[in-house]
């Protein structure tokens, strides 16, 4: 499969949509908060839809996921560089990240709010290394995942500032432990355990 990307346009008056290409579905959801003070945040979130993906491209079920509220940056070598706030998903098969508030060289802003453009990417979690962490003394620490060398397109993703995650309409708090966790054979098989 490879890293796949797209920028695209959210319609938020016409979600639930989703991108065949990516395997991919964008969702309107009610979040509450980590303190759970306060009204809840009307968020677009994404969501994996391996089901979309057919043929050569088909991946299998993706029955759980780790959803992480993140900064995200992705270079290829094609001259892809795009950087900013976002979401992140860690399935058992996959990453699946967007980037709804941030920069896309030389294209207009990212602005999921204002405009509706994301920047949205995937791959399979074994066309990637395990991730280099650098570690930060009072904030979260940044992972680096470099492509295998085999793939045809090289990239680094780095994923900063991840310290949300959300699950059952709930934002928590998302430790590195967490990340490490869901990196792990043992965390990766617990995410392809269905229901």
Known sequence: MGLRTARLTIDRGSLPQQHRGLGIRFERQSVAKIKGDGPPI???VIRPAGALLTGEDAIGPEPRWNHVVCGLRL????????????????????FIGMIENGTQG???????QKTGSVFCFTLQRDDAYLPEMKKHRLTPSDFAFRSKEELGLGFVFVVFSAAASIANGKMSYW???????AMSKEGRDHLLQQG
Do not use: H, S
Request: hydrophobic content about 40%.
């Open 42 to 44: 009307d968020m677009v």
């Open 75 to 94: 270079k290829a070598l094609d001259g892809t560089d795009v950087q900013g706030g976002g979401q992140l998903l860690i399935t058992g098969r996959r």
């Open 106 to 112: 030389g294209a207009p802003p990212l602005a999921l």
């Open 175 to 181: 430790y590195d432990k967490n990340m490490l966790y």
